[in-house]
């Protein structure tokens, strides 16, 4: 079974900054989805980046972008120049896709953007 | 046009009731899921179908019973609701596999706060 790990569960950083999200995870597939969700008090699970294991380039999403390092299992995200829209939960969840598998998700990260 | 709807968004209902979440999906994904968020946030999913076929099925109290009558609409069931059913549930919804490696390939609903009080 796969596992997924957020080792930080809560972050805080000023506006304008530059924070890293860490993750990492298990699984003896070597093809499979990552996604990073981002969800707000609103609840509501967004969506923020994506990446297949297949591919080595690391995906950008306009602020936001990943670190893949498929042989050492990691996945980190990197939001850039923070804005006070940010603060949320986020999510790291893997999947081997395909079928009907569910989304793996780790315990998530609490960032906080302070003005 | 919303890809994923849940109903309702709230519902908080006594102990021992039997209540229902609807979720209709309109993206033509022929898979859909349940998920339930804990307190502490954490996700995990309970049951998925796929063309109105239980495929997964985790460890879920049988008091939970999911419904597919065609492959856009996937309800939850939960009969005698305890305290420890309080929680958010999620529905999703995605392709058996992903065409092509594009298009976000998952797709949330907004989520059902459920409150058993």
């Known amino acids: 079974a796969q596992t997924v790990t957020q080792s930080q569960p809560e972050m805080s950083v000023q506006e304008a900054e530059t924070v890293t999200l860490s993750c990492t995870y298990d699984t003896s597939e070597s093809n499979y989805y990552l996604f990073w969700y981002k969800q707000p008090p609103s609840r509501q699970m967004i969506l923020v980046i994506r990446q297949e294991a297949y591919k080595q380039q690391n995906a950008t999403e306009n602020r936001f972008s990943v670190n893949f390092q498929k042989a050492a299992k990691s996945f980190s995200l990197k939001i850039s120049d923070s804005q006070l829209g940010d603060t949320a939960m986020y999510f790291c969840a893997f999947w081997q896709g395909g079928g009907a598998d569910g989304l793996t998700f780790g315990k998530g990260t609490h960032l906080i953007i302070q003005p | 046009d919303t890809a994923v709807s849940q109903t309702p968004k709230y519902l908080v209902t006594q102990m021992g009731n039997d209540k229902s979440i609807k979720c209709e999906q309109n993206l033509g994904h022929d898979t859909m899921y349940w998920y339930k968020q804990d307190s502490k946030k954490f996700l995990k999913i309970m049951f998925s179908?796929?063309?109105?076929?239980?495929?997964i099925n985790e460890t879920v109290p049988n008091r939970f019973s999911p419904k597919s009558p065609d492959k856009a609409h996937l309800n939850l069931h939960i009969n005698s609701l305890e305290l420890g059913d309080s929680a958010v549930y999620f529905c999703?919804?995605?392709?058996?596999?992903?065409?092509?490696?594009?298009?976000?390939?998952?797709?949330f609903g907004s989520g059902t706060r459920l409150t058993v009080v």
């Open positions: 999703a919804s995605s392709h058996w596999s992903i065409p092509g490696g594009e298009g976000d390939g998952y797709t």
């Open positions: 179908y796929n063309n109105k076929e239980l495929i």
